[in-house]
């Protein structure tokens, strides 16, 4: 288990409310409701790299008997009669099958990516955004592909992830593994780490096991990759500070909260000027006090905002995190400067994290190399090969080998 105070932030920020409906349902705020779509904004940007992705939304009730002919009973889905939608239907399970149909119906390839919510029986324990029954948000990406295209397009969607968690100032890597070996004949988990560098999944992509193609009538290998909600607790985990929530800028609701006496022409004009290069700008009224300007400055920290800048009588003050650091401008910033000070605010924060996933894997002796003969020798449990290979001389004997991911199953 994790400890709670990445929730109290992230209620601190307005992003859910303290509390649920019941466990393992949050209730999402709007600023977390704004977050999350920027969230899969931020991953559609990724997949157009390679794709023009659909993003659909599939209905919350899927009659049982059409999901029971590829999933079998599977125990950890509501199911209830509904006579007004024919009868038994499960409630938000898997999109994989609606998907598939969905493609085959409109006869394209994908990728589909479907957002919504994911209903769970939640035996044990509730974790917000880790493990809750109501599972939201929810993305799932669905891709047929040839036979002979499957890998390099998994590739493709591996990267696409890859930019994604980077964009969230995350680390991760990727580690093929055998586990799920029933449900994908190639799977890919994307791992990153806790803080205390415990290694945990964000993500799974799969070539579906042939079963699964053909109960799913697919007539092409289906491609299945999956992440949720799990990515914003990691990054309110990794990135705050005294003050509370510090978003990576791809999140951020507002970039660059303005503190000001009075909104004048000046400030007027350059914010117009920067919103019509797409920044998000957030001009507050603040009294000239001292105390004012830190309080307004600490309310933008808790809600995530990256840079606050204080307009005052004797100049510009630009106040940044993680370190916080606040130094004198000699003017506004224009749109140029203001993407330099974003970037810097990221690399800072993807430091950070980056020194835990260190020290969390490789340091800790997780991450190794080894080569075919030594690879679970001893006892040794190999959760996965990275993904890519990377080559290096086995830890044990010095021949060649790779490196593998040690341990058991984590979530």
Known sequence: ??????LRTLEDAGF???????RGIPVWRDAGLRA?????????TALARWWAPTIVEHPFL?????????????SNVYEADVPEAGGPCVL????????????????????????????????????????????????????LVPDDDALGELERHRLALTRLHEALCLPVMTVRTGSLASYGRTTYLTVSCLPDGRPTVTATLYVMSGRYRDLLRAGAEVIDVGFTGKLLALVALHHRDSSGLVLPSVLAGTEIGVLAAEEDERIRGWRDR??????????????????ARRRGERRHFREGVPLVLGVRDEGLRLARRSPLH???LPDLPDAGTLRGELAAHDERLRRSSALRFTAGLRDAGLLVARCDGCAGADGEQVFGQV???????????????SEVLLGGRFY
């Open 326 to 328: 606040r130094s004198d």
């Open 36 to 44: 999350a779509r920027r969230l899969v904004s931020a991953f559609e």
């Open 1 to 6: 288990m994790i400890g709670d105070a990445y």
């Open 274 to 291: 920067l919103l019509r290069d797409g920044a998000r700008v957030g001009v507050t009224a603040c009294a000239p006090r001292r105390s």
């Open 16 to 22: 859910v409310l303290p509390g649920g409906y019941g």
């Open 62 to 74: 899927m009659p049982a008997a059409e999901y029971r002919a590829v999933f079998g009973d599977y």
């Open 387 to 401: 993904v890519p290979e990377a080559e290096a001389p086995c830890g044990r004997c010095g021949a060649a080998g």
């Open 92 to 143: 938000a399970p898997d999109n994989m099958a609606a998907s598939v149909g969905w493609l085959r119906e409109h006869g394209v390839p994908g990728p589909l990516v479907a957002v919504g919510g994911l209903l769970r029986e939640l035996p044990g324990g509730a974790q917000p955004l880790f493990r809750d029954r109501h599972i939201w948000p929810a993305v799932q990406v669905t891709h």
